[in-house]
């Protein structure tokens, strides 16, 4: 995507943290913005912070979780600001507490806004994107989606950032052909309100473990600092999007699992292994 100015973008999640920073850059670049958020006062104080600096930008209410909600917005917004061909799938929530001891709500309520919170993305806004003429979706995942674990509590989220990493490769390849670029976001540790997603937790998925943040835990960069990246990004039309200095690390630490097990199943292939 060469130019961005005039464009309507839609950033679920998008009032606090790497949303509110990502609406901010879009914004910047002379993209008009609808500040998506479950929480709508967290929304509507980022859509005036843009209409304060200039910009366009209006303020929805949005369960991503809830497809209804998502087809919903889109209609709503391409009323409101004109044609929507930029999305940014951002909404996330995280969890602490063993995989093995979590409730099937535990498990219900991150899956479902973490990974079905992009695909009601996705399945609300690509038929709009469609008929405008392509665009570009950008879908939040994690570094946890990609690389081994960096601490043992948090398995249900990175499970989750895994399948939407999953996800938008294989949506990139069916989209190929109609013109709409896909990324997937896969951030390091920002410094956002994540750690407090319990907050906005609906009572229908029941009481869930209070998160705090790990002591270890050092943010890498201000959700702010996340928004230029992506529509640096944009621009570029990578697919996977980086925010720390570790990527590499901690890629091939998981790569160096993968190929010493590659290696044992070509010995396992040699005639005259134990296999044979």
Known sequence: MENLFGRVAVVTGGGDGIGRGIAHA?????????????????????????????RESHAYSVNVANAESMFALSQQVE????????????????????IV????????????????????GVNAFV????KNGGGHIVNTASMAG???????????????????????????SELTGDGI???????SRVNTR??????????????GNAVTKPEEAVDDIDGMDVGPIVVRSILQSRFYIF???DVRVRIEKKNEQLMRDIKLHEDDLEPGSVWH
């Open 146 to 172: 990609l690389t081994l674990p960096l601490q043992p509590s948090s398995g249900i989220y990175s499970s989750s950032k895994a399948a939407v990493v999953s996800y938008s490769e294989n949506l990139s």
């Open 243 to 245: 925010t720390g200095d």
């Open 194 to 207: 994540i750690w407090e997603a319990n907050r906005n937790r609906p009572e229908s998925y029941g009481q």
């Open 79 to 98: 009323e409101q600001m004109g044609p929507v061909t930029i999305l940014c799938n951002n909404a996330g929530v995280m969890l602490a507490g063993s």
């Open 181 to 187: 670029d896909v990324s997937v976001l896969c951030p």
């Open 26 to 54: 879009l914004a910047r670049a002379g993209v008009k913005v609808a500040v998506c958020d479950i929480d709508i006062q967290a929304a509507e104080r980022v859509a005036l912070e843009l209409r304060l600096s200039g």
């Open 127 to 130: 038929p709009c994107i469609k």
């Open 101 to 120: 001891d979590a409730s099937k709500s535990d498990w219900d309520w991150i899956f479902d806004v973490n990974l079905y919170g992009v695909i009601n």
